[in-house]
């Protein structure tokens, strides 16, 4: 059928049984909110990849359901765009719809979720609240890169302050501390510099949820996407689960 945007919303709506001024409301609403409103009267046909996309998103959203299942619904979006429908998604998880959503953007996630699973090759390695994962992972974290990191590990590990020591999926080591790190960065590189060992650079953040998926996985994201048998992260809302491989 030759539809156009409002067209296909309203029989989409209509297909659904939601009441003439309900369905007017939303759908002028969600096509503010994925930005199709100058393309309402526009065959969806004569859309490009990225509005019909959108305008798949917004036929979602558009009945409320109890229960929404959004596979990777922002990709490829620009942000503006993805802020957006994160704020609309928010608004109809309070009025009680559950989401479950998939994504690979780690933000969205933390964003969005109430629960996130990690999903490792079909197994549910790890699940929980963003902040609950991260802080798993200690208070901050030290990037390191040293021209000798196999050694590194073995200076620093026995550090009281220190909890665990990993390769970084690049190169370098990422050390997990169960303190704040600022004041333990001299410390270390002393400890280090004693050994002979030089030091080519330094890090000091918070876990971010990258840390938490690398750390539970083994790799980063752009490894994770090269691997066609491996499945993306999903996070739920409203007390719903997710995952992440």
Known sequence: MNLSVWETMEFHGRIYSIPKEVRRQRIDELLKVVELTDKRKALVKTLSGGMKRRLEIARGLLTRPTLLFLDEPTIGLDIYTRMNIWSYMKKVNKEGVTIFLTTHYMDEADQLSDTICIIDKGKIVTSGTSESL????????????????????????????????????????????????????????????????????????????????????????????????????????????????
């Open 134 to 245: 991260k802080n798993a992972l200690g208070q901050d974290m030290i990037y390191l890169e040293t021209n000798d990191d196999e050694k590194t590990a073995i200076i620093i590990k026995d550090m009281a302050e220190v909890k665990t020591i990993t390769k970084s999926s690049s190169k370098g080591l990422v050390v997990s501390l169960n303190e704040e790190g600022a004041h333990l960065i001299p410390r270390i590189i002393e400890k280090i510099k004693n050994a002979g060992i030089e030091v080519e650079s330094v890090n000091l953040k918070k876990p971010s949820l990258d840390d938490v998926f690398i750390h539970f996985t083994g790799r980063g994201l752009k490894e994770e996407n090269q691997d066609q048998t491996s499945m993306p992260m999903m996070h739920g809302m409203d007390q719903m689960h997710g995952a992440s491989h």
